[in-house]
């Protein structure tokens, strides 16, 4: 019997061409998903780039601003860490400090840099801050490592973490113009500026508040004879030389004083404690009228004056009477020839009437 060939009924199956070319399209369905999801994905990350890009800008922008602010201002930030005490600093507290930015610093060192009395007072706050969980200000004086003295202002907070205090952080400011500014406009307000004396205003306030502080034991009030002369003479000039100098020989004079004080053109007030007795006032009155009769050198020219003196023993009078006082034993000095000095009286005879002898 002949061979002859048997095809099975049923589905024809593809032949191996048709089939790879169904494989390749597959595929290419793929890959073309993929890349639309790529895309998809690459398109979303561009759109959220944008605006990170946008803050990072602002941002870098923002830094750029505090730190011109922050060098203007002459302000920078620092951190300690608690317990271990780790320091962190922006550039300006290290040139506050006159470190080189970025060094390591060591705590133990730079709180070398406060005097004593700074030191105290920060160790103190700083002490009470971190046991308060609270914060602190403080104005401090600083002496950096190239010995420059400056003043700074440290505010400072405390960061607790479960109410265990992990750092205190804050600021540091330079106040150093501030402060010799403050300083000025103070000593302007209480100290003569030509003569260099607490002023009227300082001498009225000390006078005035005699129950608040140490009690006073006499006021002597001193004027110059013979300085309108010398003023009318040889000028304003030479006058305020010559008031200079008789300023600095009756504060020489008065080294146990409470005030030495100029309280007018050339009228003088001394406030005295109340441990020296009678007669130590009396002595000193004697040594400083001496000392004024004494030539003044100024400028080339040897000028003479002349002190006379009032003196008032405080007691149960005001101070305001005090002063009135010492003027009506000034006066009397005056009217008994000058360079010389009175001490005040009451009249015990007749209550409100006073005397000077």
Same mark, same amino acid.
């Given at each position: 019997?002949?061979?002859?060939?048997?095809?099975?009924?049923?589905?024809?199956?593809?032949?191996?061409?048709?089939?790879?070319?169904?494989?390749?399209?597959g595929s290419a369905d793929g890959r073309h998903r993929e890349a639309a999801t790529i895309a998809g994905l690459e398109a979303e990350l561009a759109a959220q780039a944008a605006p990170i890009a946008r803050q990072d800008v602002s941002l870098a922008h923002s830094r750029k601003i505090f730190d011109r602010a922050s060098a203007?201002?002459?302000?920078?930030?620092?951190?300690?860490?608690?317990?271990?005490?780790?320091?962190?600093?922006?550039d300006v507290v290290y040139d506050l400090f006159d470190l080189p930015r970025g060094s390591v610093v060591d705590r133990g060192e730079i709180i070398k840099c406060y005097p004593?009395?700074?030191r105290k007072a920060l160790d103190s706050l700083?002490?009470?801050?971190?046991?308060?969980?609270?914060?602190?200000?403080?104005?401090?004086?600083?002496?950096?490592?190239?010995?420059h003295r400056r003043w700074i202002r440290i505010t400072a907070t405390v960061e607790c973490e479960a109410d265990v205090p992990v750092r205190i952080f804050g600021m540091k400011q330079d106040i150093t113009e501030e402060k010799i500014l403050s300083d000025r406009m103070r000593y302007l307000a209480e100290f003569d500026a030509m003569t260099g004396l607490a002023n009227r205003a300082?001498?009225?306030?000390?006078?005035?508040?005699?129950?608040?502080?140490r009690p006073l034991g006499a006021l002597l009030l001193i004027d110059l004879d013979g300085f309108k002369a010398v003023n009318d003479t040889f000028g304003h000039v030479i006058g305020d030389e010559c008031l200079k100098a008789a300023a600095e020989r009756l504060a020489g004079g008065c080294g146990e004083a409470e005030l030495v004080a100029r309280v007018g053109g050339d009228e003088f007030a001394v406030l005295?404690?109340?441990?020296?007795?009678?007669?130590?006032?009396?002595?000193?009155?004697?040594?400083?009228?001496?000392?004024?009769a004494r030539p003044l050198p100024v400028r080339g020219q040897s000028l003479r004056l002349?002190?006379?003196?009032?003196? !008032?023993?405080?007691? %149960?009078? @005001?101070?305001?009477?005090?002063?009135?006082? *010492? =003027?009506?034993?000034?006066? !009397?000095?005056?009217? %008994?020839? @000058?360079?010389?000095?009175?001490?005040?009286? *009451? =009249?015990g005879q007749v209550k409100g009437q006073s005397a000077a002898a």
């Open positions: 019997m002949a061979d002859t060939s048997y095809t099975p009924q049923g589905t024809v199956r593809p032949n191996a061409s048709a089939r790879g070319r169904g494989d390749e399209q203007a201002a002459r302000i920078g930030v620092w951190e300690c860490s608690l317990p271990d005490e780790r320091l962190s600093w922006t004593a009395e700074s700083r002490g009470r801050a971190i046991a308060e969980r609270s914060g602190f200000t403080l104005d401090a004086e600083i002496t950096s490592l190239a010995g300082n001498f009225q306030a000390r006078l005035g508040h005699v129950e608040d502080g005295l404690g109340s441990h020296l007795d009678r007669a130590a006032i009396s002595g000193m009155a004697r040594h400083l009228i001496e000392a004024m002349g002190a006379s003196i009032g003196i !008032a023993f405080a007691g %149960a009078d @005001r101070p305001c009477d005090l002063f009135a006082q *010492a =003027d009506t034993a000034l006066y !009397a000095a005056k009217a %008994a020839g @000058r360079n010389t000095f009175r001490i005040f009286k *009451a =009249d």
